[in-house]
């Protein structure tokens, strides 16, 4: 057989890969994993000559866990494992796109909790090297990412724009106003913009992983949440969005910015720094507004404000009926929307089982990929099979194959039972035992499930919580005998290896 010329096959390869054969400079790295920036062309988001469009799932914690902390902050910021978690749920739900949450700040109540902005124009590594992580690890799963920087609530364990304000030795509301704490956030967004990400060694402004930009969280809530006057503030609000735009802007040339509310949306459509306009839709939050229980009817009238002139992106949405969801979501795919991301997803821990966090007192608690039975009371299941739809179609696609979970779990000993450190994707587990480590194996449970907890509203924040839960007792054992565990994840498309093999 005659074998091709290596160096011409090498040559092409090489072509493929050089960022000066795509548009607009995807990254001056052959690192990147995305040939393009993101882009807008009218009301449309553009990945190179193709639209963009999406649905996915909002990912708070992706960047760091605010709440079931262990006294020693072993699971503070997320590992590389609980970040590919959550990634490989989003990607088997088909989504292209999340959103971190707000960039955290000091306070003395959370009890020295570390966070990314620990005292004034001071940024903590260990942290920065988090979100190091979570913008390089996008690349492999084709993840796009939407980053506010600043949240406008003072939410325990992240806090915002007061305590930002609090750090310059300012009283709340100077944020906004005070020449000194904007010159102290100019100072963030000089740090954040430039910084040289310590994976993948691209600087934030030059890495097309990250979608857009956003000013903040819902500085829309910030006179509400505060009982002040929204007369009085959105103009104050407006004046800092305008402002901190066009000092973005002129710092990073490469990406999106997407405004964060709290001020007449016409100012933020004719603002030629302002990119993306952003909705939050809840049919709960919006009974406790009176305002409409339908969502489908308010994206598509903010559709109409913003059509041919700037894309709209529904960055926030849930906490409804399924039936109002699936509306919604039909109204952002054919309305042109540019895409929907649900709130919101949480990891698998490290150390056994899964993040929980409750969603203001609803039966509505975070969603843990493919569903589980628990979920049952806010259709978890059926919705993020609806989510997966939604998330081709919105493409001109038919959903693609389930795959097989991954990676293997480990099987831990925990209190007197067991607990393990799960697989993306399992519908459920299968444990067997032996009374040699290299068996015979025998099924001991199978069917088994990770996600069990019905009452995370009492459960979140207790101190039980900062353990993982035990998730399986052998029933069958008896004292001062010893035998050997080994468990596998399943699901529709096949099984992982077993775990390494857990005595006991």
């Known amino acids: 057989?005659?074998?091709?010329?290596?160096?011409?096959?090498?040559?092409?390869?090489?072509?493929?890969?050089?960022?000066?054969?795509?548009?607009?400079?995807?990254?001056?790295?052959?690192?990147?994993?995305?040939?393009?920036?993101?882009?807008?062309?009218?009301?449309?988001?553009?990945?190179?000559?193709?639209?963009?469009?999406?649905?996915?799932?909002?990912?708070?914690?992706?960047?760091?866990?605010?709440?079931?902390?262990?006294?020693?902050?072993?699971?503070?910021?997320?590992?590389?494992?609980?970040?590919?978690?959550?990634?490989?749920?989003?990607?088997?739900?088909?989504?292209?796109?999340?959103?971190?949450?707000?960039?955290?700040?000091?306070?003395?109540?959370?009890?020295?909790?570390?966070?990314?902005?620990?005292?004034?124009?001071?940024?903590?590594?260990?942290?920065?090297?988090?979100?190091?992580?979570?913008?390089?690890?996008?690349?492999?799963?084709?993840?796009?990412?939407?980053?506010?920087?600043?949240?406008?609530?003072?939410?325990?364990?992240?806090r915002g724009v007061d305590e930002f304000a609090a750090l310059s030795g300012k009283p709340a509301g100077s944020f906004w106003t005070d020449e000194e704490v904007k010159a102290d956030f100019r100072h963030f967004l000089d740090y954040i913009l430039n910084r040289k990400n310590t994976v993948n060694g691209l600087k934030y402004k030059d890495d097309p992983a990250i979608l857009c930009w956003q000013l903040g969280n819902e500085f829309g809530s910030y006179a509400g949440d505060r009982g002040l006057s929204y007369d009085v503030w959105n103009p104050i609000i407006l004046g800092w969005s305008l402002e901190m735009a066009s000092y973005i802007k002129s710092v990073d040339k490469n990406h999106l910015l997407m405004e964060a509310g709290g001020a007449e949306r016409k100012a933020f459509l004719a603002d030629p720094n302002i990119d993306i306009i952003s909705d939050h839709l809840y049919e709960?939050?919006?009974?406790?507004?009176?305002?409409?229980?339908?969502?489908?009817?308010?994206?598509?009238?903010?559709?109409?404000?913003?059509?041919?002139?700037?894309p709209l992106m529904v960055d926030e949405f849930g906490l409804g009926s399924t039936e109002n969801l699936k509306e919604l979501m039909k109204t952002i795919r054919e309305e042109g929307i540019s895409g929907g991301l649900i709130w919101s997803i949480r990891s698998h821990r490290r150390d056994g089982g899964w993040y929980y966090h409750n969603e203001g007192g609803t039966p509505v608690n975070s969603f843990h990929v493919p569903g589980f039975s628990v979920g049952y009371v806010y259709d978890e299941t059926r919705l993020l099979d609806l989510l997966r739809r939604e998330s081709f179609l919105i493409r001109g696609l038919s959903p693609d194959e389930v795959q097989k979970p991954s990676p293997a779990p480990v099987l831990f000993l925990q209190g007197d039972g067991f607990t393990w450190k799960g697989s993306a994707g399992a519908e459920y587990y299968t444990i067997e035992r032996a009374e040699n480590p290299a068996g015979p194996w025998k099924v001991a449970a199978t069917g088994l499930e990770d996600s069990v907890l019905a009452d995370v509203v009492k459960y979140e924040h207790s101190p039980a919580a900062a353990e993982p839960q035990i998730l399986w007792h052998d029933e069958n054992r008896q004292e001062g005998q010893t035998w050997y565990y080994r468990i596998k994840a399943v699901n529709q498309a096949g099984e992982t290896d077993y775990s390494p093999v857990c005595s006991k």
């Open 284 to 310: 709960y939050w919006n009974r406790m507004g009176g305002r409409p229980w339908q969502l489908a009817p308010i994206a598509r009238e903010s559709m109409k404000e913003c059509r041919g002139i700037k």
């Open 1 to 158: 057989m005659k074998l091709p010329n290596i160096s011409i096959i090498l040559s092409i390869a090489l072509l493929l890969q050089l960022p000066g054969i795509v548009s607009k400079s995807a990254a001056q790295n052959p690192g990147t994993g995305f040939r393009h920036f993101i882009t807008r062309k009218g009301d449309k988001l553009m990945d190179g000559d193709q639209e963009y469009r999406f649905f996915g799932l909002a990912a708070p914690n992706i960047q760091q866990n605010e709440s079931q902390i262990r006294e020693d902050r072993s699971n503070r910021f997320p590992d590389d494992y609980e970040i590919r978690d959550i990634y490989s749920g989003i990607q088997r739900t088909g989504g292209l796109a999340t959103r971190t949450f707000s960039l955290s700040v000091y306070h003395p109540d959370d009890k020295n909790m570390p966070v990314y902005l620990p005292s004034r124009r001071s940024y903590n590594e260990e942290a920065f090297q988090c979100l190091d992580r979570v913008i390089a690890l996008a690349h492999e799963y084709n993840i796009r990412l939407v980053i506010p920087f600043i949240a406008s609530q003072s939410f325990g364990g992240i």
